[in-house]
């Protein structure tokens, strides 16, 4: 076997040998935290709403009947309806914000009282240790929070909150935390490539009360199967695993 024949050969076992865990991210959140006052007003219309006996099937039932609906591609799930409360009067200056959001195209972050904005995409390459100790979502979002670009924290605390609420599909605090106007746009992965690797998205638009949730297997969406972050965490082990037994 001359030369060619051994560099050619070491290079089509190199293309094909799975080297370093990686974390593939697209973040796209306009966080807008609700008025103080507007969560008073909805704290104390629940209060009062509240009937003294169990008159209210109707209404569970109803409720009961927005339950999770998963198509050929993804979970999408109505949010419970908002309380009926009197809002403050409004400027009339026009809200822009879901344009200007829409057109952002440079890696971008703000954080204020009102809200919080972050639009990053990459991929980071895991640390040995790193990799050892990766046993759910959660873990990848812990890592997620410690990147900085520019001194800025790709996400903050607030955001890795309502990420891994939506994992946790836990719609009615997410309806709490976050205004309607709020956007959330994320996709993780977890692998050696994108066509190798497990991942989620979660995508709620601006002004509205649905959040669609994917489990993404080697970049396809995985259909006919209703979203459970337990299969996530048991495909991140998988690639832990395998990680952990190459070395």
């Known amino acids: ?24 991210y697209e ?5 807008i935290k609700p008025k103080q006052e507007e ?23 109803i409720n009961n009947t927005q339950t999770q609906q998963t198509d050929s591609t993804t979970q999408t799930t109505e949010m419970p309806p908002e309380q009926q409360v009197q809002q403050p009067e409004q400027d009339n200056k026009p809200d822009i914000s879901g344009l200007l959001s829409s057109v952002k ?7 204020s009282e009102e809200k919080v904005m972050r639009h990053f995409k990459g991929e980071y390459v895991c640390k040995t240790e790193q990799s050892d100790n990766i046993q759910t979502f959660d873990d990848l979002i812990s ?16 955001c890795k909150e309502i990420i891994i609420l939506c994992a946790n599909q836990n719609y009615n605090e997410i309806k709490t935390k976050l205004d309607k106007k709020s956007k959330i746009f994320v996709e993780v992965y977890f692998g050696y490539k994108k066509d190798d690797s497990v991942g989620v998205r979660f995508k709620k638009s601006e002004n509205s009360d649905s959040l669609s949730s994917s489990i993404l297997i080697d970049n396809q969406i995985v259909t006919l199967t209703k979203f459970n972050i337990d299969r996530v965490n048991q495909k991140i082990v998988e690639y832990r695993n395998y990680e952990a037994n190459k070395s």
Do not use: W
């Open 39 to 61: 969560n008073l007003q909805n704290i104390t219309t629940q209060q009062q709403t509240q009937a003294p006996v169990q008159q209210v099937q109707p209404t569970q039932q």
């Open 143 to 158: 890592i997620l929070g410690d990147i900085k670009k520019d001194g800025t924290n790709i996400i903050d605390d607030f």
């Open 1 to 24: 076997m001359n030369f060619k024949e051994i560099f050619d050969k070491q290079i089509i076992v190199e293309e094909h040998v799975r080297k370093g865990l990686k974390i593939f």
């Open 105 to 111: 195209t440079e890696e971008a972050a703000e954080d």
């Open 27 to 31: 973040i796209d959140l306009n966080l």
